[in-house]
């Protein structure tokens, strides 16, 4: 039993209406396409800058700088859909399987199981960014798993 193996269903106030989803997976996967979607139409985010990739993080970080620069707060949609862009990012890369967990992480993406536990907690990471500035880059976040998946660390990076 690992550090995030408690099991609960996805709820259904975190399920899009419109659509229905089976997994945490399937979820975060929308969601993020969702988040997409509204960039490129909402943001004016050119169409396929978006695109899962590592060097698209330096425009998930803009669109956060912006939010941090206004001294809005980050509205719940776009928390939900940024952080889901951020883990589909990094499952994308090293795989993994989402657990939920609790206050601002209310989901983890769980990499490297069995043979290690490293705990990508993303969605704490990206509040602090839209509300701190530059100390929480996204893109520097993200460079710190790389190690820590290839050391195959049990660890936790929030």
Do not use: C
Not at 58 to 77: F, K, M, T, Y
Not at 83 to 107: C, D, Q
């Amino acid at each position: 039993m690992g550090l995030f193996s408690r099991k609960k269903k996805a709820s259904a106030e975190l399920q899009p209406a419109a659509q229905t989803v089976d997994t945490a997976e399937e979820l975060h996967a929308l969601r993020a396409a969702q988040f997409v979607a509204f960039a490129e139409e909402s943001i004016g985010i050119a169409a396929g800058q978006l695109d899962l990739s590592q060097p698209s993080l330096r425009i998930i970080d803009d669109v956060l700088d912006q939010v941090q620069r206004s001294g809005a707060e980050l509205p719940p949609h776009l928390w939900e859909g940024i952080s889901s862009y951020l883990m589909e990012v990094a499952r994308g890369e090293y795989g993994g399987t989402y657990k939920p967990f609790e206050g601002v992480n209310p989901w983890v993406l769980v990499i490297g199981e069995p043979e290690f536990q490293l705990g990508f907690m993303a969605m704490g990471k990206v509040l602090d960014r839209a509300k701190n500035g530059q100390e929480d880059n996204i893109p520097f976040f993200y460079e710190g798993l790389e190690s820590m998946v290839q050391q195959k660390k049990n660890a936790t990076l929030t």
